[in-house]
């Protein structure tokens, strides 16, 4: 809940704030949530399972890449003990919703404890499903390791 709080306050809504959106909004804090506690099966519960997952970001060259993740080597990283808490931090978040479709644009800030890893840009599309609850179904990330617009927060 305190993590709902936190972001909420830092939320853009494109539109008065309704029950779609927040619930929108709920998705996405759950996953961050749920990255956060290690908890797979709390992130995997806002994926619809027929999610895509994309990357982008300049290798050493300077070239632009797009790189295509999978849902499951993801759930498997986070279900997988690690010394140190993964933290997203979010700011600037924008969230769309028409009728059973939804978009969510974020800036982030990665931290692998208190260490800054990297940032970037997450946008999210969601569907809402047959039970009402809202799935992700697209998800793409920029990651840059500097010229982020705010590191820290």
């Given at each position: 809940?305190?993590?709902?709080?936190?972001?909420?306050?830092?939320?853009?809504?494109?539109?008065?704030?309704?029950?779609?959106?927040?619930?929108?909004?709920?998705?996405?804090?759950?996953?961050f949530d749920g990255m956060?506690?290690?908890?797979?099966?709390?992130?995997?519960?806002?994926?619809?399972?027929?999610?895509?997952?994309?990357t982008s970001?300049?290798?050493?060259?300077?070239?632009?890449?797009?790189?295509?993740?999978?849902?499951?080597?993801?759930?498997?990283?986070?279900?997988?003990?690690?010394?140190?808490?993964?933290?997203?931090?979010?700011?600037?978040?924008?969230?769309?919703?028409?009728?059973?479709?939804?978009?969510?644009?974020?800036?982030?800030?990665?931290?692998?404890?208190?260490?800054?890893?990297?940032?970037?840009?997450?946008?999210?599309?969601?569907?809402?499903?047959?039970?009402?609850?809202?799935?992700?179904?697209?998800?793409?990330?920029?990651?840059?390791?500097?010229?982020?617009?705010?590191?820290?927060?």
């Amino acid at each position: 809940m305190l993590s709902f709080l936190t972001i909420s306050s830092q939320i853009i809504w494109s539109q008065s704030k309704t029950v779609d959106s927040l619930a929108v909004h709920q998705t996405i804090i759950d996953l961050f949530d749920g990255m956060r506690e290690g908890d797979s099966a709390k992130v995997s519960a806002t994926f619809d399972p027929s999610v895509k997952m994309y990357t982008s970001y300049k290798n050493k060259e300077g070239k632009l890449i797009l790189k295509e993740g999978k849902l499951k080597p993801f759930l498997d990283a986070i279900g997988t003990a690690h010394d140190q808490i993964w933290d997203e931090k979010l700011r600037n978040t924008v969230v769309y919703v028409d009728g059973g479709i939804a978009q969510v644009w974020t800036d982030y800030s990665f931290f692998i404890g208190d260490t800054f890893s990297h940032c970037g840009v997450d946008a999210f599309h969601l569907i809402k499903d047959d039970t009402g609850s809202w799935k992700i179904i697209h998800l793409m990330d920029t990651r840059k390791k500097k010229a982020c617009k705010e590191m820290a927060n």
